[in-house]
């Protein structure tokens, strides 16, 4: 028999927001970008689908997820991808300071 006592518990708490996300069902494309997409195109895609997270009732969970998991590519939690780059940015350069590059 194998040992599963190594093995994470349960993980169903931890996505049961994406099920109350209010992109489910949607086509992914709309938070996606396509290849090759350019502005103004992706700049309308990305309005689009933050809009879609403005009504989300799960937008914290899904924006802390994203962040968590520095997830690269497409929104999440009505951030886009700059936008948590940003973030993640600031983050690290004020929990390693030393490691903030002077501009
Ligand atoms: S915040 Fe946006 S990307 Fe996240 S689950 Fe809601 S609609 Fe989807």
């Known amino acids: 028999m194998s040992d599963v006592s190594r093995l994470p518990g349960p993980m169903d708490d931890v996505w049961q927001w994406q099920r109350l996300g209010a992109c489910r069902g ?7 970008h ?8 992706r700049s309308r895609r990305t309005e689009q689908a933050k809009q879609v997270c403005r ?26 991808e700059s936008e948590r ?3 993640l940015e600031r983050r690290d350069a004020v929990t ?6 002077v501009s």
């Open 85 to 87: 780059r940003t973030i």
């Open 34 to 41: 396509p290849d090759g997409e350019r502005n103004p195109s």
């Open 55 to 80: 009504g989300c009732p799960v937008i914290s969970e899904c924006r802390r997820f994203a962040l968590a998991s520095r997830e690269p590519f497409g929104v999440w939690g009505g951030l886009g």
């Open 96 to 101: 390693m300071p030393g490691l903030v590059a």
């Open 26 to 32: 949607m086509d992914s494309g709309v938070f996606f």
